[in-house]
């Protein structure tokens, strides 16, 4: 059985480097191409639901669970698309998924909200989405 040489075990371990990052980028292009199109298509439906005069029938129902980004994380900006117009702390508790939050955890969403022009405050435990 021949032996390879050091050199030839290190370029043929950098070849297969090599192919790996290959396959790697075009994965992530892949990845970024998918994602740009499911924007449009998120774009497109928002536009569509704007012009029938409100917010997709799932989202105002409540139905459509809670998605998390990445691992255990909350998306606060769809949870404030799934409240009323105009809203109150107990509006966002009942927001499926969101029922063993601590009180402290829902304020400071709204507080994120007020002050990144998301919301504002009407009156005294009374929202408002913008």
Known sequence: MPRKSADGITSALRQ??????????????????????????KDEESNLSRLIGGTPVARAQGSE???RVGAGRINWREILQQVPK?????????????????PSEIFAAITRWIES????RKARGLYERI
Do not use: N, T, Y
């Open 65 to 67: 669970p809670v998605r």
């Open 117 to 120: 022009g998301m919301a504002k």
């Open 86 to 102: 105009q809203f109150k702390a107990s509006d966002v508790r009942s927001v499926r998924g969101l029922k063993g939050k601590r």
């Open 16 to 41: 297969v480097q090599q192919q790996a990052r290959d396959l790697l980028s075009d994965l992530q292009k892949q990845i970024r191409q998918h994602e740009s199109e499911l924007k449009r298509l």
